[in-house]
């Protein structure tokens, strides 16, 4: 069956420094690959997109990058500052049958310490 | 800026009561979901709406949920005899197009249920 893979545990960083996360998945690459924030008790905030076809997207200061070969993407936010802390969710829409359902993965917390 | 409205915000019942979650979607979407998180775990997938009808729906949705569009904007869900294991968050969530076409999901802040 399909998996989606971040990593449990959380990530420190300092501010200032470039924060990178990354989700793996097994089987087959879906159609596009969308990353969420989620704060505690809080319902998660879209925040990129990016599609099979496409190697990198950018937002500010977020970079999204998408390795079908090594299915991979990696999420990266630069000069990050604590107001980034939180959860971040991968989540992966594979076209099968017409069907387009976001589905996540666990998420990977990460802590901006200044 | 519009948003997903949920309530309650958190509900308390007891094992074998019916529970309805309510939602009011952003006005001019069209397509609806309710996923559930676990604490702890993933954001689940449970149900999707379109023109009226459920669109696609998972393995925990089964006989005991229901969704319903009772108007022109809510977006109900119903579980008609709690268990424990339905205990988590209930999150709503709509966009304007399909994700094919745009690809983002609004969420709501959720609804915390509790199951004793």
């Known amino acids: 069956s399909q998996k989606i893979e971040q990593n449990s545990e959380a990530l420190n960083i300092q501010e200032g420094k470039t924060a990178t996360l990354t989700c793996n998945y097994t089987n087959y690459s879906p159609a596009y690959l969308q990353w969420y924030r989620q704060d505690p008790g809080r319902g998660p905030v879209f925040l990129l997109l990016?599609?099979?076809?496409?190697k990198e997207k950018r937002k500010e200061r977020l970079k999204v990058t998408f390795d079908t070969t090594l299915k991979q993407s990696l999420f990266h936010i630069t000069a990050s500052q604590p107001a980034d802390s939180a959860t971040y969710l991968c989540a992966l829409v594979f076209a099968s049958g017409g069907s387009y359902i976001p589905t996540f993965g666990r998420g990977t917390s990460l802590i901006v310490h200044p | 800026e519009p948003e997903v409205t949920q309530t309650p915000s958190h509900q308390v019942t007891q094992m074998g009561q019916e529970v309805i979650l309510r939602c009011v979607p952003i006005?001019?979407?069209?397509?609806f979901y309710w996923y559930r998180q676990i604490l702890g775990q993933k954001v689940e997938f449970l149900v999707s709406?379109?023109?009226?009808?459920?669109?696609?729906k998972s393995e925990i949705f089964d006989d005991q949920f229901s969704v319903e569009r009772p108007d022109g904007s809510n977006f109900t869900l119903k579980i008609r005899s709690t268990k424990l294991e339905d205990s988590a968050m209930y999150f709503c969530a709509s966009s304007v197009e399909g994700v094919a076409n745009t690809g983002e999901l609004f969420f709501g802040e959720g609804s915390r249920l509790t199951v004793l």
């Open positions: 990016i599609r099979e076809n496409e």
């Open positions: 709406f379109y023109n009226n009808e459920i669109s696609e």
């Open positions: 006005s001019n979407h069209l397509y």
